[in-house]
């Protein structure tokens, strides 16, 4: 009996020693691959650590905000384009006068020559009115063979030369308008081309024009944003034209000998200054 419990007790000392052996190279092992045993301290801060990773991934979706800021220059602007028109009328200052002289002779040297000679007549009478040499320019001149056709379908035949010089007179004194044409034509001018009234400094009266049209446009754009419940916060753009509305007289060829009969009458009118304007507004 004492043999049998004694052989008990080894074999329950053989596996305790067993047992533990064991347990010790589980620790060895995990010591040695530095791992080590998983305690409730290091699943905590396993924890934290992926819960920060995670905030830090979706926190931006989550609050509202992208992960890249946009950058607010490249916003669209909001805006309303209108167009004012600004416009005053004038009594004008200046007159250009187109006067000329056309001349035919059998040959091209008798009619330069007699075209020479009446222009010649017709500047010295000009310039007697009071007009200064650098006011008269010269803007046409022209030599045209003159052919008769005959009938019948025959050929052509020269018969003549057509000798045309033609100026620009500028008249700064418009009292003198009417005896610059009336003494030109006693002169020798044979055509009255035209004649146009304007202001010679138009500046100032395009200034004033201008605020006109600029509070033109205001006005519009004031109603169309008020209709849509927003209101004007600044300007985008901004445009002009400009034009300058002059009176115009185009004539023909002249009968000297009834022309001499009575002066001519001459009548200013007035000259429009037009100024439009295209705004683009901010709104919002």
């Known amino acids: 009996m004492n043999d049998m419990a004694s052989n008990a007790e080894r ?3 053989t596996t305790a020693r067993s047992e533990t052996s064991n347990e010790q190279s589980g620790v060895d092992r995990a010591a040695g691959s530095g791992a080590g045993p998983i305690t409730w301290g290091r699943a905590i801060a396993v924890t934290a650590v992926a819960s920060l990773l995670v905030g830090v991934l979706i926190g931006p979706i989550l609050g509202g905000r992208p992960a890249l800021a946009a950058n607010p220059s490249t916003g669209t602007e909001h805006t309303v384009t209108v167009s004012g028109t600004g416009e005053i009328s004038v ?3 200046v007159a250009d006068v187109v006067i000329g002289v056309m001349v035919q002779k059998p040959t091209v040297a008798e009619a330069q020559s007699a075209a020479a000679s009446s222009m010649a007549s017709v500047i010295a009478a000009i310039e007697k009115d009071g007009v200064d040499a650098k006011d ?5 001149l022209s030599l045209t063979p003159v052919y008769d056709y005959g009938s019948g379908g025959s050929t052509p035949k020269l018969v003549g030369q057509q000798f045309a010089n ?3 007179v500028t008249v700064r004194n ?3 308008v009417a005896s610059v044409v009336d003494d030109s034509i006693s002169a020798g001018a044979t055509t009255i081309a035209g004649i146009t009234f304007r202001l010679n400094d138009p500046k100032s009266v395009e200034a004033q024009a201008r605020q006109l049209a600029m509070a033109d446009a205001r006005t519009k754009a004031d109603a169309l944003t008020s209709a849509a419940n927003v209101s004007v916060t600044g300007v985008s753009s901004i445009t002009e034209t400009t034009a300058q509305t002059n009176p115009s007289y185009y004539g023909a060829s002249l009968d000297a000998a009834k022309a001499q009969s009575i002066s001519t009458p001459i009548q200013t009118g007035t000259t429009d200054i037009s100024v439009q304007v295209t705004v683009s507004y901010l709104i919002g």
């Open 174 to 176: 418009l009292k003198s």
């Open 166 to 168: 033609t100026v620009q």
């Open 136 to 140: 008269i320019v010269t803007v046409n």
């Open 91 to 93: 009594a004008p200052d």
């Open 11 to 13: 074999v329950r000392d």
